[in-house]
């Protein structure tokens, strides 16, 4: 197929051509200029496709390095049970006793809320400021909280996992992007991953680092007493090396989609050994924590696990024990423990919340029907779909 590298397909898996195809018409309906496709099946490649291009006259390839957004949040996550695991912090310590300032009616604010988007803090901070991570934390501890933490959601694109990264660097000394790289991205297989690239990495990377494409995306403005939908620019700063360079543990990931897939191996083969020393740790972090919580910014109550989406909260008719995560109009992965299934599709197109929302969900029930026809288990659409 005319732009699309296909280097690690696996024979003998009836269907999955057709994603790949799907994936090429979406490409040519104008959603993304080009995306990734990485899909595995207990471990076993089956897909590992790049289709369209990185940017105008150059092919994207399956090596290249995406911005995950959001899908970056379950890496973090991992950390803080790992430290769980190691008994070094509990669920329901405060916030406060790690984050030096902390106040602002957020005190009882815990681990736990913060993990299941309830602590009260989603505006705090943002993750398009140039701006250090100590200025960052200090803003964050000292903003007002919205409502008691622990009494509402809403999903806290960056300022919560800023917090739970400070956490882990009060608890165990190494910065985020550090301890990410030696406790889960190494561990993971993650060669190619970076939380924040440095300049001179960024230098040497050069066009593997693909440019973001806007392609529709629009956020809400209120003007004149009234909401509307405006278009959202925001590749203009995310493309920017200072942003590039920058430490951001729920949303700035970059690396090729089969890396991302590799860190969901690592959570499905060998019972999650790589990165846990229990598999109950695995089981805690992808059970409910939260049901039937009105989230303020999604405006539904999707159930939620420990810092992932777990099945009813990702678009897609998708097993009833699968979990993940969605990034910003532009990707998603997710592992199905039943089926032995993960996926990973990370896409340069930004577009707009409805169309990505569609895009994720064709492409989501396309890898299920191509590489598990027979399902092992139930499967779960939610009411609300959400990215």
């Not at 990495?201 to 529709?216: K, Y």
């Not at 990707?331 to 930004?350: A, I, K, Q, T, Y």
Request: aromatic share 6%; hydrophobic share 45%; with cysteine.
């Amino acid at each position: 197929m005319a732009g699309s590298e296909v280097p690690g397909a696996a024979a003998g898996v009836a269907g999955i051509d057709d994603v790949v195809a799907l994936i090429e018409r979406q490409r040519a309906e104008g959603l993304h200029a080009g995306a990734q496709l990485y899909v595995s099946l207990w471990g076993e490649v089956v897909c590992d496709v790049a289709v369209g291009e990185a940017r105008a006259g150059r092919a994207l390839r399956s090596d290249d390095l995406m911005l995950w957004y959001s899908s970056t949040k379950p890496l973090t996550a991992v950390a803080v049970a790992q430290l769980l695991e190691r008994g070094a912090l509990a669920l329901d310590d405060e916030v406060g006793r790690y984050v030096a300032g902390w106040g602002g009616g957020k005190e009882r604010c815990t681990v736990r809320h913060v993990l299941t988007h309830m602590g009260g803090f989603a505006q705090a901070e943002t993750f398009d400021d140039d701006v250090s991570w100590d200025e960052a934390v200090a803003r964050i501890a000292a903003h007002r909280a919205a409502y008691p933490p622990g009494t509402w959601a809403s999903y806290h694109a960056t300022s919560g996992w800023k917090i739970l990264g400070e956490i882990v660097r009060v608890v165990d000394g190494r910065p985020i992007d550090t301890y990410l790289r030696e406790e889960v991205m190494a561990p993971a297989g993650m060669v190619s991953s970076w939380l924040g690239v440095p300049l001179a990495d960024q230098d040497r990377l050069g066009e593997r680092l693909v440019p973001l494409h806007w392609t529709g995306h629009v956020m809400p403005v209120m003007a004149d007493g009234a909401i509307s939908m405006q278009p959202y620019h925001i590749e203009d700063i995310h493309d920017q090396p200072w942003h590039r360079a920058k430490v951001e543990p729920g949303a700035g990931g970059r690396g090729p989609a089969s890396d991302l897939g590799r860190f969901y191996e690592a959570l499905l083969v060998d019972h999650a050994e790589r990165l846990f020393r229990r598999p109950l740790t695995l089981d805690l972090l992808t059970a409910c924590h939260r049901s039937g919580v009105l989230d303020r910014i999604f405006l539904s109550s999707p159930p939620w696990g420990l810092g992932v989406q777990i099945a009813g909260s990702m678009s897609g008719t998708i097993g009833y024990r699968a979990f993940g995560h969605s990034g910003m109009a532009s990707s998603r992965g997710l592992c199905d423990p039943v089926e032995g299934l993960v996926m990973v599709f990370v896409c340069n197109g930004l577009t707009g919340p409805i169309e990505n929302r569609n895009r994720m969900t064709d492409v989501t029930n396309a890898v299920y029907a191509a590489v598990c026809p027979q399902p092992k288990g139930p499967r779960v659409a939610p009411a609300v779909a959400l990215s």
